[in-house]
């Protein structure tokens, strides 16, 4: 988990330069999103309460807030694992990108999967994608029958970690590496057009 903690440490920050220029009222965080809205029921004086549950996500890219603070004084609602930040105020996410260093499982694809269902059944105009660093033994056939939620997939490398990732790795690699190069050029390319306002008729 270091490795992979450290790297979406640099992948932000790499992100951050590459397209504030383009989009400087995007924001991109490691941060909390609304996943899901449903009653809960207090064991003891079975009081119901409507309960907005966040969920930490790897990277989100967001312009836009949305003003809860309303919603944070009425007595039958429960704000759950919000930004301790400032819990006034819920993103509007335009892309997730949920990371993994050195492949994911089954299990992991079928969880966030399912989370991105959840996440875009209440933001719909949100796009949800898996970036890996490695692929590993994360074969195309399982990442297409668990991962059939996620609006894209993509991994850097088909193998799997050697060694340690060092803070600046990511960066050296890019910049010594010309077929990572090009699947990052392309990751970034993906990225732009997701963002950009669309001029166009289609909703959706």
């Known amino acids: 988990m270091a490795d992979e903690v450290k790297w979406n440490t640099d992948l932000i920050e790499i992100l ?11 924001t991109i965080v490691k941060g909390k999103v609304l996943k899901d809205i ?5 064991p003891n004086s079975h009081e119901q309460k409507i309960q907005f549950g966040f969920v930490d996500q790897d990277i989100v890219f967001y312009d836009n807030e949305m003003d809860i603070s309303k919603l944070n004084k009425i007595k039958n609602i429960l704000i759950h694992n919000n930004n301790n930040k400032n819990k006034d105020k819920m993103v509007i996410p335009k892309l997730i990108c949920e990371l993994k260093y050195d492949g994911i499982t089954s299990h ?3 969880t966030y999967s399912d989370y991105a269902s959840d996440i875009k059944s209440i933001f719909p105009e949100c796009k949800y994608w898996l970036a890996m660093r490695y692929r590993k033994s994360s074969t195309e056939n399982k990442l297409n029958r668990h991962g059939k939620h996620f609006d894209k997939i993509i991994f850097f490398d088909s193998g799997k970690s050697v060694e340690n990732y060092k803070k600046g790795d990511f960066k050296k690699q890019i910049d010594s590496q010309p077929e990572l190069k090009e699947r990052y050029e392309e990751f970034i390319n993906e990225i732009k057009e997701t963002l950009r306002e669309k001029e166009t008729v289609f909703v959706k």
Not at 16 to 26: D, G, M, Q, R, W
């Open 108 to 110: 992991g694809l079928i």
């Open 38 to 42: 449903f009653l809960s029921k207090n």
């Open 16 to 26: 951050k330069k590459k397209l504030k220029k383009e989009f400087p009222k995007v």
